[in-house]
Antibody, heavy 124, light 108 residues
Framework: QVQLQESGPGLVKPSETLSLTCTVSGDSISSYYWSWIRQPPGKGLEWIGYIYYSGSTNYNPSLKSRVAISVDTSKNQFSLKLTSVTAADTAVYYC??????????????????WGRGTLVTVSS | EIVLTQSPGTLSLSPGERATLSCRASQSVSSTYLAWYQQKPGQAPRLLIYGASNRATGIPDKFSGSGSGTDFTLTISRLEPEDFAVYYC?????????FGQGTKVQIK
């Protein structure tokens, strides 16, 4: 079955860049959208942004100046970079397959598959 | 930014009871752009409902979603032990896509 796995450093220093990769197995990364979502400890969910396999992106405006999401179809991976991190960026980071569908005249979006998440702590 | 407000914050119920969770949007949301997720401790969220009322693959029919405009509801017809979790609604109408703050369904 399709699986998503986040990987990257679990500890990042303040002002540095957080870098994570999501590896997709069991299916091709092509023909889908892919998102990053994060969850600070004990808090709710925040959508960071998505990328289409072709490379087009859409970011949360609150993070847009610091975020870059890229895709490597040859490796079936997509990645997140978040610059100038602070303690407020400490969170569990999830990658998720993002479905866009159009049928019966309606558009649908939803996250149908999620990775298990990886905790990234920002601390010196 | 569309703000989603979920109520109640916590719902204390017994197994076998019916749970009704509310999600209210700060502006109208097309029903096809509203989803519900379940999250258990230490796990990733799991898609339950998309398009406000469509069950995701493998989701039992005890879960149902309804609503339109600014008011949406997730109903769990008969709670089972595995249903005690946190539930989030989410909208995809406008960027940024936003989540509600969650409703925790706990055992009474």
């Amino acid at each position: 079955q399709v699986q998503l796995q986040e990987s990257g450093p679990g500890l990042v220093k303040p002002s540095e860049t957080l870098s994570l990769t999501c590896t997709v197995s069991g299916d091709s990364i092509s023909s889908y959208y892919w998102s990053w979502i994060r969850q600070p400890p004990g808090k709710g969910l925040e959508w960071i942004g998505y990328i289409y396999y072709s490379g087009s992106t859409n970011y949360n405006p609150s993070l847009k100046s610091r975020v870059a999401i890229s895709v490597d179809t040859s490796k079936n991976q997509f990645s997140l970079k978040l610059t100038s991190v602070t303690a407020a960026d400490t969170a569990v980071y999830y990658c998720a397959r993002t479905i866009y569908a159009f049928w019966s005249g309606y558009h649908y979006w939803y996250f149908d598959l999620w990775g298990r998440g990886t905790l990234v702590t920002v601390s010196s | 930014e569309i703000v989603l407000t979920q109520s109640p914050g916590t719902l204390s119920l017994s197994p076998g009871e019916r749970a009704t969770l509310s999600c209210r949007a700060s502006q109208s949301v097309s029903s096809t752009y509203l989803a519900w997720y379940q999250q258990k401790p230490g796990q990733a969220p799991r898609l339950l409902i998309y398009g406000a009322s469509n069950r995701a693959t493998g989701i039992p029919d005890k879960f149902s979603g309804s609503g339109s405009g600014t008011d949406f509801t997730l109903t769990i017809s008969r709670l089972e032990p595995e249903d005690f979790a946190v539930y989030y609604c989410q909208q995809y109408v406008n960027s940024p896509w936003t989540f509600g703050q969650g409703t925790k369904v706990q055992i009474k």
